[in-house]
T-cell receptor
Framework: EAGVAQSPRYKIIEKRQSVAFWCNPISGHATLYWYQQILGQGPKLLIQFQNNGVVDDSQLPKDRFSAERLKGVDSTLKIQPAKLEDSAVYLC????????????FGDGTRLSIL | AQSVTQLDSQVPVFEEAPVELRCNYSSSVSVYLFWYVQYPNQGLQLLLKYLSGSTLVKGINGFEAEFNKSQTSFHLRKPSVHISDTAEYFCAVSSSNDYKLSFGAGTTVTVRA
């Protein structure tokens, strides 16, 4: 089966600019996650979708981050405006369900803020 | 809320030697435990998981882990490593409350010939 697809793989922007990341989950996976992985740390959950509804966005900095999952398939994560501390790898994952179903990760987008 | 502590940030090991990566967790409710591996410039891949039943769990690539409830630990082991096992390893925990994964900071394993 095709894995989780993410684009772009790398992005370099200046602070205060905006950026968007795209994720296409594995076909049939109802649950989609966005994680932020800062260098030297483990991934931190930003937002979790079940189909096209938000299950958990408690750790999403909503003043600058937004995410949507239209039609319960693809998802986009946006940052506007970006800050230096947003430099990280943004990982998308998907699973059949959220109750301990294995999460399948994409290769991530590495974001550098200048 | 649950948390995870990986006790070793870096583990150098020679090829064909055994390796153990230590993981401790804290939680006030029942937990589920996972080990993931991340190769350079890639996403995370599930190695193994403990949900219930036997406390000794076998995973892919010859890895195994043992759940110890009294010591709140879930250490990962491999009896003989290969160069290709060089990667970052993450321990993660979820609880029966919300099933959200909380990851440790990771352990970098470097296998040398």
């Amino acid at each position: 089966e095709a894995g989780v697809a993410q684009s772009p793989r790398y992005k370099i922007i200046e602070k205060r600019q905006s950026v968007a990341f795209w994720c296409n989950p594995i076909s049939g996976h109802a649950t989609l996650y966005w994680y932020q992985q800062i260098l030297g740390q483990g991934p931190k959950l930003l937002i979790q979708f079940q189909n096209n509804g938000v299950v958990d966005d408690s750790q999403l900095p909503k003043d600058r981050f937004s995410a949507e999952r239209l039609k319960g398939v693809d998802s986009t994560l946006k940052i506007q405006p970006a800050k230096l501390e947003d430099s990280a790898v943004y990982l998308c994952a998907s699973s059949l369900g959220y109750r301990n179903q294995p999460q399948h990760f994409g290769d991530g987008t590495r974001l550098s803020i200048l | 809320a649950q948390s995870v502590t990986q006790l070793d940030s870096q583990v150098p090991v020679f090829e064909e030697a055994p390796v153990e990566l230590r993981c401790n967790y804290s939680s006030s409710v029942s937990v589920y435990l996972f080990w993931y591996v991340q190769y350079p410039n890639q996403g995370l891949q599930l190695l193994l998981k403990y949900l219930s039943g036997s406390t000794l769990v076998k995973g892919i690539n010859g890895f195994e882990a043992e759940f110890n409830k009294s010591q709140t630990s879930f250490h990962l082991r491999k009896p003989s490593v290969h160069i290709s096992d060089t990667a970052e390893y993450f321990c993660a925990v979820s609880s029966s409350n919300d099933y959200k994964l909380s990851f440790g900071a990771g352990t970098t394993v470097t296998v040398r010939a």
